[in-house]
């Protein structure tokens, strides 16, 4: 069956604070851009092969962009195209605050019921990840049933992101998306069950991220 590899990019300064961090261009720590447990995960246990991928979205921020570039470095890149469709949530008004600060504005605020004002709504994102999901899909069926392309493909993006669209692959509620921990420089992978193309599931979560 056709898989979906996602990965969280390396920690930030801003991870490491507690800051909400959407569109703005942070870099990885220097622990981050090492990101040795993605390296040891593509080059010992081969789960993500380079030529298994038939294509990768990326997001355009830089903490992306390096997560993408080190995990293949040294190898040939495979398809992939950078794209806002899976930028992080638009935090709008608190991009760059903590929880205590956005507490202070707004003391019931909750990002899965309430959105973000000034950014993305819940509704905002919820269609565009849809719409990335109804893209893989696609993908994915005509792999499945057509034999073309190749087996994986492959995202790499954000946390809250990351942790909506997971919700919405598994057709939960994209507030549930609460319940998922993605960790920096982790991998999740969602597949399907009983090999139906109808049964999309959660395979895998936090590959690796918790490794020595």
């Not at 355009?60 to 195209?81: D, S």
């Not at 309430?114 to 994915?140: L, N």
């Not at 939960?172 to 999740?188: D, K, R, W, Y």
């Amino acid at each position: 069956m056709p898989r979906l590899f996602l990965i969280r990019h390396g920690e930030t300064e801003w991870t490491i604070n507690g800051r909400h961090t959407g569109r703005s261009d942070i870099p990885l720590t220097e622990n981050g851009a090492s990101i040795f447990v993605i390296s040891r995960l593509t080059r010992t246990s081969e789960l993500i092969k380079p030529e298994n991928i038939c294509h990768v979205l990326v997001s355009p921020r830089q903490r992306a962009q390096k997560t993408f570039h080190t995990l293949f470095e040294g190898q040939e890149l495979p398809p992939h195209e950078t794209t806002e469709a899976v930028a992080e949530w638009n935090y709008g008004d608190y991009e760059g605050l903590v929880i205590s600060e956005i507490k202070q504005k707004d003391p019931n605020w909750v990002i899965w019921r309430d959105g973000c004002p000034g950014g993305e709504s819940v509704a905002d994102i919820t269609k565009r990840i849809d719409d990335t999901i109804k893209v893989v899909r696609e993908y994915h069926r005509r792999y499945k049933e057509e034999g073309i392309g190749k087996r994986d493909m492959l995202i790499v993006a954000h946390g809250h992101f990351l942790r909506a669209f997971i919700a919405r692959w598994v057709e939960f509620n994209l507030c549930l998306g609460t319940h998922f921990n993605v960790e920096p420089a982790s991998i999740a992978m969602l597949t399907y069950q009983h090999n139906n193309l109808a049964e999309p599931s959660l395979t895998a979560l936090n590959l690796f991220a918790f490794s020595d």
